[in-house]
């Protein structure tokens, strides 16, 4: 597989260096220089989930990965279902949240996992990242117990919610979590510190596992054919997905998805007030404001990431713009959302409650909508509880980690306390 980097078409690198570096030159992202459909499409989707994501992610990847290394670590990243739930008549929700951290994170993030896991054969890994929430847990899941492998994780004490930290701060073993006195921005200028300094990133081996990588996304593309084979004949011709978007990752995928033939018709990225791409798509002017704090705290991000990535397939003709809707849905409208959704039976937390908006906002009645279900009700409790003046099940795998001791330990903001410190811990 061919990955030019967004920022400078002359750095031109393999899957496996792409999952390795992360990032390019000048901080461009990784895309594959081409995408070529696939064939039989509809016999693709009879085949099991698993088998079927070897079948795709072999046809993108190409030599760099035998079919049955593709279809075991596929067996392991994806042993939880990816289920379509009709809540409305031609509303279906997609439920990405029965992984092990309740969010869409750990498809990509479990998959990212097995792909270190088979390119550093030995190598000393040290998977170094910040998180705000959702991905640390993923992350620290994944990773949870890999030979050689260890994980630090950084996080801004006090500022995410107890669901969050404790799915992570409580696994021990080989995950190493910091609670970081500051915000989550001082917790990401620490990490970039760490990748300036190069005797640290040697002795450790250092790899940053954030949002960006590659493997993340081609690992998304296929739920999405998991959500079409959930239809039928009919209902597949006539398919409008809706995609809650912050760092415009998981949309990605679904246009990656489109380009190798599956047929979606129409896409929707929709944002909380963070709306950045949808004022860019009205005026054609890049402007980001300053982050603002949301009920869907996972998608407060003014600069998506993954942006260049969807904006090239659009202009490469992958998916037809007019097609492509990308709307931002206030505070209050979520909350109003969140209780229609909830009369007509299904418990959304907010994310989702903006995915399915982006139906109402973009789609016509008589066809197929798929909203993402990007996180369980449970992982955003206090909230859910307050808006829909109900009490919610909390599954097993949350309740658990919750009654645990959180085992991280406390950090100042600076980086040569940071330093001192996972040196102590991971030279022994
Ligand atoms: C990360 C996340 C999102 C946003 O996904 P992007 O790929 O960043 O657009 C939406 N919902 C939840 C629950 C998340 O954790």
């Given amino acids: ?7 400078d078409d002359t ?31 509809d016999g693709l989707l009879t085949q099991p989930f698993a088998q079927r994501s070897a079948a795709i992610l072999k046809h993108l990847i190409g030599d760099e990965l035998p079919l049955d290394s593709l279809q075991s670590m596929c067996e392991q990243a994806f042993d939880f279902p990816a289920r379509l739930v009709e809540v409305e008549k031609n509303k279906y929700c997609l439920e990405l949240f029965h992984g092990p951290t309740l969010a869409f994170k750990d498809f990509g993030g479990r998959f990212m996992a097995q792909c270190i896991g088979a390119f550093s054969q030995g190598e000393r890994v040290t998977i170094l990242t910040a998180t705000s929430g959702d991905t640390g847990a993923a992350v620290a899941h994944a990773f949870y117990q890999m030979p050689g492998v260890d994980v630090v994780i950084l996080y801004p ?64 593309v296929c739920y999405y054919f998991e959500a079409f084979a959930q239809l039928n ?5 006539q398919v409008h997905v809706s995609v809650p978007s912050g760092n415009f990752g998981n949309v990605c995928a679904a246009m990656i998805a489109a380009a190798l033939g599956l047929p979606v018709k129409r896409l929707s990225a929709t944002t909380n007030q963070n709306d950045t791409v949808p004022r860019y798509l009205d005026s054609g002017q890049w402007q980001p404001n300053a982050t603002l704090e949301s009920i869907s705290n996972a998608m407060d991000v003014s600069k998506p990431n993954n942006w260049p990535r969807v904006e090239s397939m659009l202009k490469q003709g992958y998916f ?5 809707y990308s709307r931002s849905v206030s505070e209050e409208r979520t909350q109003q959302v969140m209780r229609t959704v909830a009369k007509a039976g299904y418990v959304t937390e907010p994310h989702t409650a903006i995915a399915y908006e982006g139906l109402l906002l973009d789609g016509q009645p008589e066809e197929t909508g798929i909203f993402l279900a990007t996180a369980h009700p449970a992982k955003f409790r206090e909230t859910v509880e307050a808006v829909l003046e109900q009490a919610i099940e909390m599954p097993e795998a949350l309740a658990t980690a919750l009654e645990k001791p959180c085992l991280a330990e406390p950090l100042s903001a600076d980086y040569a306390a940071l330093k001192q410190a996972v040196l102590a811990r991971l030279t022994r």
Avoid: W
């Fill in 320 to 324: 037809p713009k007019y097609e492509f």
């Fill in 1 to 7: 597989m061919k990955l030019v980097n967004l920022k």
């Fill in 11 to 41: 750095q031109v690198v393999s899957f496996i260096d792409a999952v390795k570096t992360g990032l390019g030159r000048n901080q461009g992202v990784f895309f594959p220089a081409t995408l070529e459909p696939l064939n039989d499409i």
């Fill in 233 to 237: 004949a009919a209902q597949r011709q």
């Fill in 157 to 220: 004490q006090g500022k995410i919610s107890l669901a969050q930290q404790k799915l992570f701060t409580t696994l021990g073993e080989n995950i190493h979590c910091y609670a970081v006195e500051g915000s989550f921005d001082d917790c990401q200028a620490l990490v970039k510190q760490a990748f300036l300094d190069d005797e640290f990133k040697q002795t450790l081996g250092l790899n940053s596992a954030n949002s960006i990588n590659i493997s993340r996304l081609l690992a998304q």
